[in-house]
């Protein structure tokens, strides 16, 4: 059975002080795996898609990373705007999406 | 318009009510999707339009019911609901359809309260 398992649940952090988030993933058949932020009371939005080993993608703070069985969302001098619930999603081969628990991130002034 | 458009926000019904929630888009998406969302948990998926046809039905009880009357539209309709059922209940869609390697755009959702 598909599964995503994202480490740690919750991570609290200072203005300033870099960090990694985890995603590892079990699924037949990876189409793309996602990432995606969530403030509270709203929907997520996206930010990453990463579909092979070795591929990485950068947005102002944020850099994703894949390997074979794991992703990882490094977060570099956050800001504490930057504090919000970070989601992985893995597509597998049926096409649905399926997401992790996310982790709760914290960045304190 | 990139937005996908979801009302209510909010909504209170007992356990015999009857309701709907609604999903709107104008982006041209060819899938769209519900998930159910509780509290500190990932959104599980519920329902998938592809083509305004439902090719993916989570195993949900049938006291929801998903509608799509066009492809720019999309409907949950409830009835009997119970308490536990109490959810965040997320909209999404993307563009070429269900299947193929594309984000999800989501909407803010409707948190749902059943007394």
């Known amino acids: 059975e598909d599964q995503v398992t994202q480490s740690p649940e919750a991570l609290r952090l200072q203005e300033g002080e870099s960090s990694s988030l985890n995603c590892s993933y079990t699924?037949?058949?990876?189409?793309?795996l996602f990432w995606y932020r969530q403030d509270p009371g709203k929907g997520p939005e996206f930010l990453f898609t990463l579909y092979s080993a070795g591929e990485e993608k950068e947005k102002e703070r944020l850099k994703a990373t894949l390997t074979k069985k794991e992703s990882f969302l490094h977060i570099t001098a956050p800001k504490p705007e930057d504090s919000a619930t970070y989601l992985c999603a893995v597509q597998a081969v049926r096409g649905d999406m399926r997401f992790g628990a996310g982790t709760r991130l914290t960045v304190k002034p | 318009d990139t937005e996908v458009t979801q009302t209510p926000k909010h909504l209170v019904m007992g356990m015999t009510n009857k309701k709907s929630l609604k999903c709107e888009q104008h982006?041209?998406?060819?899938?769209m999707y519900w998930y159910k969302q509780k509290a500190k948990k990932p959104p599980e998926l519920m329902f998938v339009?592809?083509?305004?046809?439902?090719?993916i039905n989570e195993s949900v009880p049938s006291r929801f019911s998903p509608e799509c009357p066009n492809s720019s539209l999309l409907n949950l309709h409830l009835h009997a609901l119970q308490p536990e059922d109490s959810a965040l209940y997320l909209c999404?869609?993307?563009?070429?359809?269900?299947?193929?390697?594309?984000?999800?755009?989501f909407g803010s959702g409707t948190q749902l309260s059943v007394l």
């Open positions: 982006m041209g998406h060819r899938a």
């Open positions: 999404a869609s993307s563009h070429r359809g269900q299947g193929i390697q594309e984000k999800l755009f």
């Open positions: 699924v037949s058949g990876l189409r793309g």
């Open positions: 339009y592809s083509y305004e046809k439902l090719s």
